[in-house]
């Protein structure tokens, strides 16, 4: 791999509210080796960024790369073999809009992660949850009230969003299960859902004894519970339980957001998900029953961001997109942007994001060791976050662990 200078370099990683000056940042071997005002370097091809932005490449922390559907139940049935090959199309596409990392809460197993890792196909970096943990008639229970067919308790297809467990030794066993499969964290599902036919948003998912018995099962095996949520007695309850990465939390109020903040967890606002249901689900195949549950969260989602900032609550980026819908992926960053200043947005996706990740300095940064994951973009997305939106078309250069996926002349 040959070594990059990249010369001239106004860096935004989302730590200031202004553009840096202009700096050099050098890349070998995958890594970034230096950044300083001026650097030489013989052995290593110079790339004149002319002034252009610089930011470690996106971090979406919240996507379900196997969604090919918006019709999760139907997504479930689907072969794996369709399954596979279609969420390697919807990655390749989140990497050509700079996000050069991604968690999945839901769905990617192990095989998906190492078909990314491999690079035949260009893919983010995929963190993943392996399959989401949900009760009978949860979020993720898509058999309706009129079927009452056991759930499968393994070989889950690739396009399922997530598994049926109840009680403490289910829950147990099921989060071990998730573990052993290669799971970096475990998902579950805490509150009603959109997406799925017989929860309306108020019902809790899951009693005390099951949140606290998969919160020790995670924090046995290194890790955190992440928890789809939408209510504030929702939200207060599983982080008393210990629930570190809190999805969505669109009607948090703020003293849950605070006592959320005291306990150093973390929230995945998913704004832009409700935004394109609306205008756009019923068309791309989202059931009825569901459209009829979206202005209750989607109403109150901008509220929430002012409430979770005010209360110091840090926010990863998500956008938590189904189908075609994925295509607005990036227009979290504008909707955001209307309620809080666009280093802030821009933060959530690089280093607060790193931080869920628990990728601190590998990742989400411009720092000498950390993966040489860079996105260059045309003009200053601190003073119009759009220009991170249109599918990358002002991203001119996108590099993840040092090799261009994307390279455009600079002139
Ligand atoms: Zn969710
Ligand atoms: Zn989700």
Do not use: W
């Not at 963190?127 to 993720?140: D, E, F, R, V, Y």
């Not at 003073?383 to 090799?403: E, F």
């Amino acid at each position: 791999m040959t070594a990059l200078l990249f010369t001239n370099a106004r860096i935004v990683d989302g730590t200031a509210p202004e553009r840096g000056a202009p700096m050099d940042v050098l890349v070998e071997a995958g890594r970034i080796r230096e950044v300083a005002p001026k650097i030489t370097s013989a052995a290593a091809e110079t790339v004149d960024l002319g002034g252009r932005t610089l930011m470690p490449g996106l971090i979406d922390a919240h996507v379900h790369t196997i969604a090919c559907l918006a019709d999760l139940g139907a997504n479930a049935k689907l072969p794996d073999s369709l399954v596979t090959v279609r969420a390697m199309k919807l990655m390749g596409e989140m990497l050509m809009r700079g996000f050069t990392t991604v968690r999945d809460v839901g769905g990617a197993d192990h095989g998906l992660k190492v078909a990314a890792a491999e690079g035949f196909f260009p893919a983010p970096r995929l963190n993943i949850s392996g399959k989401a943990l949900s009760q009978t008639g949860g979020h993720c229970d898509f058999r309706g009230p009129y079927d009452d067919r056991e759930t499968i308790k393994t070989g889950f297809a690739l396009g399922a969003l997530g598994r049926v467990c109840d009680g403490v030794p289910e829950m147990r066993k099921a989060a071990r299960e998730e573990i052993k499969g290669g799971a970096q964290f475990i998902k579950i599902m805490a509150n009603g859902g959109v997406a799925s036919p017989t929860d309306p948003i108020h019902f809790l998912g899951f009693a005390r004894e099951e949140l606290l018995a998969v919160v020790e099962e995670a924090e046995n095996a290194g890790t955190y519970v992440s928890a789809h949520l939408y209510t504030d007695a929702a939200i207060r309850r599983a982080v008393e339980c210990g629930v570190h990465s809190l999805e969505h939390c669109n009607l948090i109020q703020a003293e849950t957001a605070k006592f959320a903040a005291a306990q150093g967890a973390i929230a995945v606002p998913t704004l832009v998900t409700y935004d394109k249901l609306s205008s756009e689900g019923a068309a791309m195949g989202f059931p009825a029953n569901s459209v009829a549950k979206i202005d209750s969260v989607r109403l109150a989602g901008m509220e929430s961001i002012a409430i979770m900032r005010e209360a110091g609550l840090p926010m990863a980026y998500g956008s938590d997109l189904l189908g075609q819908m994925h295509r607005h992926q990036s227009e979290e960053f504008v909707l955001r942007g209307q309620v809080m200043p666009a280093h802030e947005v821009i933060a959530a996706a690089t280093f607060i994001a790193a931080r869920l990740l628990r990728m601190e300095g590998q990742i989400g940064c411009i720092a000498p060791g950390a993966f040489a994951d860079l996105v260059v973009v045309d003009g200053d997305p601190l003073a119009d976050l759009a220009l991170l939106t249109h599918q990358g078309r002002h991203m001119p250069i996108i590099l993840q662990g040092g090799a261009f996926v994307k390279r455009t002349a600079l002139n």
